[in-house]
């Protein structure tokens, strides 16, 4: 009973973000915000190793179980987000940063972690 109620649990976290994240990793959502492809390109590049670092310093918190270093890793990850103009990966970092700071379950920030390790990787096929 538990493991499929862990498997339904996976399967409606994993088809959310997707929906909403899709564009975000179309090359035409970053041609629409920077205007051209030179600019894209670069602009995604500084993204991704940003979003990196970002992602590596919060996966650290989140094994360590530094819970007290995990929202201000969330938060950071929020200004990176902005420039890109593409409000449903915002909302869904607000979400997280919500989730985690009332029930300080890591699970939540496992899930963003996935989520934007998949828009990197989503990212990169188009550089």
């Known amino acids: 009973m538990n493991s ?3 498997k339904d649990e996976i ?18 959502h970053w041609l629409n915000v920077f205007g051209n492809e030179n600019d894209a390109k670069t602009l995604a590049e ?6 990196k670092q970002d992602l590596n310093t919060l996966t650290a918190h989140v094994d360590n179980q530094d819970i007290e270093k995990i929202p201000p890793a969330i938060h950071k990850l929020k200004g990176a987000i902005v420039m890109l103009q593409y ?18 379950e890591t699970l939540i920030v496992r899930e963003l972690i996935v989520e934007l390790s998949d828009v990197i990787e989503k990212i990169k096929l188009w550089l």
């Open 46 to 51: 500084v993204f991704i190793t940003s979003l």
């Open 87 to 104: 409000p449903p990966l915002s909302k869904v970092i607000v979400s997280t940063e919500n989730r985690f700071n009332q029930e300080k």
């Open 11 to 28: 399967q409606v976290q994993d088809e959310v973000p997707v929906s909403n994240l899709q564009g975000i990793k179309d090359k035409q």
């Open 4 to 6: 499929r109620v862990n």
